[in-house]
């Protein structure tokens, strides 16, 4: 059997480290990388503990498939954020470009500036784009 990701544990480290780096100068929480397809590939270990894996796979890869598709019927251009509200916080998960095959998922307190983070969201995604290059993805198995 095939691994749907194939990529050095080095890698992974240094993508940990840049989640681990925009969580300690922000008050972000949670950040993950994650593929389109739901497969977590980095998280940053000073996030919450209590977020489960599966908030962090499946739910965020489906919202992002119907965002697409809704975003493109309704002629608004590509998908580039989508932002959950809750009563104490924010979910935001950055898309990037069209054609790539990972997204940025985060979680920030109520009262931060959501203008704020989607500027360092999507900087920190283009920090990240060039290691990204370096994830082979294998088409999923299920």
């Known amino acids: 059997m095939t691994q749907e990701v194939d990529m050095k544990k080095e890698l992974q480290i240094k993508l940990m480290q840049h989640l681990e780096k925009l969580?300690?100068?922000?008050?972000?929480e949670g950040t993950a990388i994650i593929t389109k397809t739901g497969l977590r590939i980095a998280s940053s270990s000073l996030?919450?503990?209590?977020?489960?894996?599966?908030l962090h796979s499946?739910?965020?890869?489906a919202l992002i498939s119907l965002g697409e598709k809704l975003s493109q019927g309704l002629a608004?251009?590509?998908l580039r954020d989508i932002v959950i509200t809750g009563d104490e916080g924010?979910?935001?998960?950055?898309?990037?470009?069209?054609?790539?095959k990972f997204m940025l998922l985060t979680h920030c307190r109520k009262e931060s500036k959501l203008g704020y983070y989607f500027h360092r969201l999507r900087?920190?995604?283009?920090?990240?784009?060039?290691?990204?290059?370096?994830v082979a993805l294998s088409s999923a198995m299920y």
Do not use: H, Q
Not at 23 to 28: C, G, M
């Open 58 to 61: 499946a739910g965020p890869a």
């Open 47 to 54: 996030g919450n503990p209590e977020i489960s894996a599966d």
């Open 76 to 78: 608004y251009g590509e």
């Open 123 to 134: 900087k920190a995604y283009r920090e990240l784009m060039p290691l990204l290059e370096g």
């Open 90 to 100: 924010f979910t935001i998960i950055t898309v990037g470009d069209p054609g790539t």
């Open 23 to 28: 969580e300690s100068s922000t008050d972000l």
